[in-house]
Structures are given as structure tokens and as C-alpha cells.
């Protein structure tokens, strides 16, 4: 089945994108991660892809295309995608005058009618970061009845990468909600539908429902599984069951008969009073619950609990994109100690002068940013079935905030001083942890910085960020007795860790990374000629 890729909503006042240029053409087998067109918005140009395998069926002749509007197709080689390309060419099909009977409506297989674009639109999930597959529903700022404007914002989108807000582009009433707050809509589904008072949204909901792979009513025909919920108590009490009087499991049975403890010393925690594990484990022989002194020692009867914390948008695509890459990418690490003592009087003697304050992670990324100058295999992504080099040179850096993490990115960080990477790094870490990041400003990446110096932390490996080959993990300056020339002298000491995709980066190449990345550290001068 073809998949639609839609204008996405590239910043949060784009209303429109401008094709800057197409990288692929109709024919061409594209990949998910490919990149098929330049896409220039109101704040930057960014790249689009399709997030799906296939062929390029179609490409959009407009020069701009507005916001949810069909940008390209992709499907199978010779598919027939007249139904999607109706959708926006055909006018507004009107209704049979003579509607199938109900008892057959399961049966029918005509596709619906496309419903009248003049009376409502349709507020889809707009795709608002590479990585989203859903966005949850964070709270909804219009109700059903509301008067809205196209510019008014309806509702806020937490995404896997910030919160940010949604705009209609259409007058009107709200007519439609999908889910309330807190729920998620897939990207491109239907999140709410704005027209005029009065209009029947169920032709829109169908028209669609229709589209989507897995309809609707599969989805809301599972509560049957609750009628199997009584079973699992029958199946308890079999186990119950014994020789014995006494309720207890077989592995409480088990460890009470290696510890020689007799079942009616015991007190059952369990359903209905039955010994389980943590029974056997925290009995105390009554023999040896008293002291010395003949006092008994006090029993602690503490109570377990927990809290289960629904994930958000963050931490579900941390989770899946981290998983991969783990399981995907073949790590390998490498490991370094970096004399930071010239480092720390270069950057003192900075700081006296520079307006922004230079931080030592700023140094990090300056002396990466130039050793990846030199060894672009570093620099450079698995795409399957050819590695790209990289030209250019973003560096990631991992901000924890309180979702998860996110990577702001420093682009084009060889060629800017130290005090512009400075300025800029501190003016993406705080609009990460206030969920101010625009995607232009965490997509890009070419090289990941994961620094917990800050916290105390000696050493550490990290997992890549995909699609980069390569992370460095950075750990503390420390105070460290090292050997020069036979003697014990003082040296403050940095630990660097590179985690590298073995697909990509060689042993030999990445220890060339590093020692050329522990060089510029060691005396930051030469990152200034």
C-alpha cells in the first residue's frame, strides 16, 4: 500500500514550504532514512524524508506546498495512486443519492467520498520532529464550540523531543477532538477537524479511517480479553494444592525444606495467607531472635509498594532509537587519559577576556570538531548499503532534562571561535530544558558529545546516536599522581571514551581520532591557528 509524505510542520509558525530542491526523482528506489527534497521554511532549510522503503510514485510539481499537503508518494514499482492524488485534485464528490442499505455496509468495498474541504478541514498530526511517530496530546487550549482563528494555537504537542504548538491554518468552529489530553495521535492522524457549525464530521472521520492500516474498529473491539481476567486465581489454587494442609508454593516449599525450617514456624504473606519466597527469606528462628541480654531484636514488618511512570513521547523514542542502535551497531570503545592542566590555564586566561564564558565542554567540542577535520571517516554515517561521509560538521551535545535527553546541535562547529561555540551552546542547553527547541536545532548531527564530568563521574561508555558512527563520553577532571621521567608528579587528568559503530570506524581510525582529539586538548593553542 502507498504512503502519502505530507508537508510537514517544520517550525511553529510555518504555514507553507518551499521546495528548495529534490533530491530523488519519480522512479528511484528510495529508503526510509533517504533524504528526497530540500525543504525551505520560514526559520531554515531542512531535509525531508520519507520514513518509509519504496519507489518514488510521485512528486509534487508545486513549488510551495502548504502545511499537510501531498509532497510525494511512495509505493510499490506500477501501484495505482489515483485515490490519494483525488484527494486534493478532485472537488468535493457529493453523496449518492441513494445509500447502501446498513445490513450491507460491512460488505462494501467502494473507497468513501472524499467530503467537502468547503465546509471543514481536517487537522492532522502534523510530523514535528524526525524521529515522532505519535504526538501526545499535552492540553488541548480550544474546546468543541470554540470560534478559532487559523492562526490561533489549538492545542500542545508533546512530541519525543519538545512541546509545541498547533495551529488549524483554517477559521472557524471547532467541530472535533480525537482523544482528550493526555493521549496520542499517530503522526497524520486525524487530531481535530475545524469547519463551519453544524457540519458532519463522521464523512471526514471515514474518509480517513479509510487510509489508515489499521482501522479504527479493530482497535476499539478488545475489551474481550477481560473475561479471561477470573482464570488466574483458579490456576493459583491448583498450585496450592499439596499433601500437606499447609498453603505454600513449591519453591517457599523448596527453600524452607534446605533450611531446615518447619512450615508452621512460618507466616504466609500471600493470597489467602499462602507462604511465598520473601517468607521463607525473612524468617527469623525464634531461637535466635533474642539477644545476649535476653531482649528480643525487633521485627520490621515493611509493606512493598511501587509506582508505575507512564513513559513519555521522550523516553519511548530514547528507548526504541537506543535499542537499535545497541543491538544494530556493533560497539567498540576506546579509551583515553588527557593531561587538561594547559587546558585550564588556556581557558582562565579566556575567560578574562571573552564575553561569553568558556566552559571545558566548549573546549571539547572546538578540539572534536578540528580532529573530525582531520579524520572525516569519523565523521561519518552508516546507511545501509554505503556510508556516508560527512562534509560538514554538526556537533550533538546529550542534555539531560527531565524527559529523558535531547541533543541540541553546534552546526558548522570547525569553523566557529570558541566563544561563539560558547554563546550558542549555552543558548541551546537552556531552550532545551525549557522545551524551547525548534527541530532545525536538535536534527543534523554528525558527531555526539555525551559529557557527565559535571556529576562527579570518573568514566562511563555511551551508546551512538544514530546516525552518527561515533560518541564521545566524557568524563571529570581529576587531580592524579601520574610517572614522567621517573618521577611522581600531579596532573589533572580527563578520561575520554569513544564509543564507535565497527561497520563504519576501524580500531586504527578511531585510536588516530583520539590521539589527535587528546593533542588539541593538551595545548588548546594550536586550535587557534
Excluded at 3 to 24: F, Q, Y
Excluded at 83 to 111: C, K, Q, R, V
Excluded at 141 to 163: F, R
Excluded at 502 to 513: E, K, M, P
Aim: aromatic content about 4%; charged content about 25%; glycine content about 6%.
Amino acid at each position: 500500500m502507498a504512503e502519502v509524505v505530507r508537508m510537514p510542520l517544520l517550525s511553529d509558525t510555518m504555514k507553507e514550504g518551499v521546495i528548495a530542491g529534490w533530491h530523488k526523482k519519480v522512479g528511484d528506489k528510495v529508503k526510509a532514512d533517504d533524504v528526497i527534497a530540500d525543504v525551505e521554511t520560514d526559520k531554515a532549510t531542512m531535509e525531508v524524508m520519507p520514513y518509509v522503503d519504496g519507489t518514488i510514485l510521485y512528486i509534487s510539481d508545486k513549488k510551495n506546498i502548504p502545511v499537510n499537503d501531498i509532497l510525494a508518494i511512495i509505493g510499490k514499482e506500477g501501484e495505482d495512486i489515483s485515490s490519494y492524488l483525488n484527494e486534493s485534485a478532485a472537488p468535493a464528490a457529493p453523496a449518492e443519492a441513494t445509500p447502501a442499505p446498513a445490513a450491507t455496509a460491512p460488505a462494501a468495498a467502494a473507497p468513501v467520498a472524499a467530503p467537502d474541504t468547503s465546509l471543514a478541514s481536517v487537522i492532522q498530526m502534523p510530523l514535528l520532529s524526525d524521529t515522532m511517530k505519535e504526538g501526545k496530546i499535552a492540553a488541548w487550549l480550544k474546546n468543541v464550540g470554540d470560534t478559532v482563528k487559523s492562526d490561533d494555537v489549538i492545542a500542545e504537542v508533546e512530541t519525543d523531543k519538545a512541546t509545541m504548538e498547533v495551529m488549524p491554518y483554517a477559521d472557524g468552529v471547532l467541530l472535533y477532538q480525537a482523544v482528550p489530553a493526555g493521549q496520542g495521535v499517530p503522526v497524520n492522524g486525524v487530531m481535530a477537524i475545524v469547519g463551519k457549525a453544524g457540519t458532519d464530521v463522521q464523512p471526514y472521520l471515514d474518509y480517513y479511517a479509510q487510509k489508515d492500516k489499521a482501522p479504527a474498529a479493530e482497535s476499539t473491539s478488545a475489551p474481550a480479553p477481560a473475561a479471561s481476567a477470573p482464570a488466574t486465581p483458579a490456576a493459583e489454587t491448583k498450585t496450592e494444592s499439596d499433601d500437606s494442609r499447609v498453603k505454600i508454593s513449591p519453591l517457599a516449599r523448596k527453600m524452607a525444606k534446605d533450611k531446615g525450617i518447619t512450615l508452621s514456624e512460618l507466616k504466609g504473606s500471600g493470597d489467602g495467607g499462602r507462604i511465598i519466597k520473601k517468607d521463607v527469606e525473612n524468617y527469623v528462628p525464634a531461637a535466635k531472635a533474642s539477644t545476649a541480654s535476653g531482649t528480643a531484636a525487633p521485627v520490621i514488618a515493611g509493606q512493598e509498594s511501587h509506582t508505575d511512570i507512564e513513559l513519555s513521547q521522550m523516553r519511548k523514542v530514547i528507548a526504541q532509537r537506543l535499542s537499535e542502535s545497541m543491538f544494530t551497531a556493533p560497539h567498540f570503545y576506546l579509551k583515553i587519559s588527557v593531561n587538561m592542566d594547559k587546558a585550564m590555564d588556556a581557558r582562565t586566561a579566556m575567560n578574562a577576556i571573552s564575553e561569553s564564558k568558556i566552559s571545558f565542554n566548549d573546549l571539547v567540542i572546538k578540539a572534536s570538531a578540528m580532529a573530525l577535520r582531520k579524520h572525516p571517516a569519523v565523521n561519518s554515517s552508516w546507511m545501509g548499503d554505503f556510508v556516508r561521509e560527512n562534509h560538514h560538521i554538526h556537533i550533538g551535545t546529550a542534555v539531560a532534562i527531565e524527559d529523558g535527553l535531547i541533543v541540541p546541535v553546534v552546526k558548522f562547529a570547525d569553523q566557529k571561535p570558541l566563544s561563539a561555540i560558547a554563546a550558542e551552546a549555552k543558548t541551546l542547553v537552556k531552550k532545551a530544558k525549557d522545551k524551547k527547541l525548534q527541530p532545525q536545532e536538535f536534527t543534523g548531527n554528525t558527531f555526539t558529545i555525551s559529557n557527565l564530568g559535571m556529576m562527579d563521574i570518573d568514566e562511563f561508555t555511551a551508546i551512538i546516536n544514530p546516525p552518527d558512527s561515533c560518541i564521545l563520553a566524557v568524563g571529570k577532571i581529576e587531580a592524579t599522581p601520574v610517572v614522567e621521567n621517573g618521577e611522581i608528579v600531579v596532573r589533572n587528568i580527563m578520561k575520554l571514551t569513544l564509543s564507535c559503530d565497527h561497520r563504519v570506524v576501524d580500531g586504527a581510525v578511531g585510536a588516530s581520532f583520539l590521539q589527535t582529539l587528546k593533542a588539541y586538548l593538551e595545548n588548546p593553542v594550536t586550535m587557534l591557528v
